[in-house]
């Protein structure tokens, strides 16, 4: 927000880009690992039980947990924003 308030107290012309599905689409390049707990865990098996079954387990309190290796940047991850910002960057 100070950024804004400075550009516009300069008058400077601002542009914001946003690139649809970037996140989606760009690849990771180091080990990151989710954890899932409870309805999304349970719901990630119902996708393909065949695969995901054997990986869910429960925790003291019951509650299904799942571990996931990300292969794609996950938006809202620090990470994901850090794939973000080269996209950007690679733009200019």
């Known amino acids: 927000m100070m950024s804004c308030a400075i550009d516009a107290r300069e008058g400077r012309h601002v542009a914001v880009t946003d690139i649809p599905g970037a996140f989606i689409h760009t690849d990771m390049e180091e080990d990151v690992h989710k954890l899932l707990e409870g309805t999304i865990a349970e719901l990630i098996v119902k996708l393909d039980p065949s695969i995901y079954r054997k990986y869910i387990w429960e925790n003291r309190r019951g509650k299904?947990?799942?571990?996931?290796?990300?292969r794609k940047a996950l938006y809202g991850t620090l990470h994901g924003k850090?794939?973000?910002?080269?996209i950007n960057v690679q733009l200019h």
């Open 82 to 86: 850090r794939k973000s910002e080269d």
């Open 64 to 70: 299904p947990m799942l571990y996931m290796k990300l």
